[in-house]
């Protein structure tokens, strides 16, 4: 079996699927896209990939795109440990937290992402190359021009955080009724996986908010502890690491 994965290093769904492939052990050939410069833009990958994002995984030829997507078709197709819960019920309430996380804190973590990480880079082009790089984009463009060149209002950052807040909330009180340590119980599950970006994005950003939550602050101990996790994680993957101007922020 040969795998290619088309991914970015910073991206937090590329994260997802380069976790579950080092926790597999299995071997595979990573194509690194430069998002800023808009390499899943370019024809030949929006043939691969028609949303303009990554991650998409080539696996002999066949092409399968979403990371949540690709990390249940790795868990389905290649050995190694399992991510997935073999009880059809378990299964169906996996599915339905990897639902949740891709609504709710996957999608509010692009807010304070692009204000503090991406937003000076926009600063520099003109109006109308900035104009014409989001009508380019088929999944983000509103996000982009929502966005603009001053970025999300006050009131957007916090309503974005609220939503994480409300994350971590809703991942303690699944763990408060799984009995933990992962969010479904003793195994970790493809739902740690799918959240496990958002929090270290936003721990990376130096605005973690569940000091008042130990069972998230184990979560997130034990995460970081994975064996996955270090090779997943390269250096050049945190957005602190290639964006010296965020540093500031880091947490020690
Ligand atoms: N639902 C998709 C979302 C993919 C996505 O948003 N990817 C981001 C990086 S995490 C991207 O490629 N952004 C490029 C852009 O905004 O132009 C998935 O999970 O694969």
């Not at 833009?41 to 303009?52: E, I, M, R």
């Not at 092409?63 to 197709?77: A, G, Q, R």
């Not at 991510?83 to 019920?89: G, N």
């Not at 994350?167 to 699944?174: C, F, H, I, Q």
Request: proline residues 8%.
């Amino acid at each position: 079996m040969a795998f290619k994965l088309y991914n970015a290093p910073q991206s937090t769904c590329s994260q997802r699927v380069r976790f579950v492939f080092n926790a597999k052990k299995l071997p595979f050939e990573e194509v690194k896209l430069n998002l800023l410069e808009g390499d899943q833009l370019k024809p030949d990958y929006l043939k691969l990939n028609p949303n303009g994002v990554v991650p998409t995984l080539d696996h002999d030829g066949a092409i399968i795109i979403d990371s949540n997507v690709i990390t249940e078709y790795l868990d389905e197709v290649a050995p190694g440990s399992r991510f997935t819960p073999e009880d059809p019920v378990r299964r169906a309430r996996m599915r339905a937290l990897m639902h949740f996380i891709d609504e709710m804190p996957a999608a509010a973590v692009r807010v304070p992402t692009f204000n503090l990480a991406f937003l000076p880079s926009f600063q520099k082009m003109g109006s109308e190359a900035f104009a014409a790089m989001a009508a380019s984009k088929p999944l983000r463009r509103e996000f982009m021009l929502s966005m603009g060149q001053t970025g999300f209002p006050k009131h957007e950052m916090d309503a974005a955080l609220a939503r994480l807040r409300r994350t971590y909330e809703r991942m303690d009180a699944e763990i408060e009724k799984s009995g933990g340590p992962w969010l479904l119980g003793k195994q970790i599950t493809l739902a740690d996986v799918a959240v496990m970006p958002s929090l270290v994005r936003i721990h990376d950003l130096g605005m973690p908010d569940w000091q008042d939550l130990p069972r998230i602050a184990t979560w997130f101990d034990n995460i970081r502890a994975h064996p996955a996790f270090k090779s997943t994680y390269y250096h050049g993957s945190l957005l602190s690491e290639r964006f010296p101007h965020l540093r500031k922020n880091a947490p020690a």
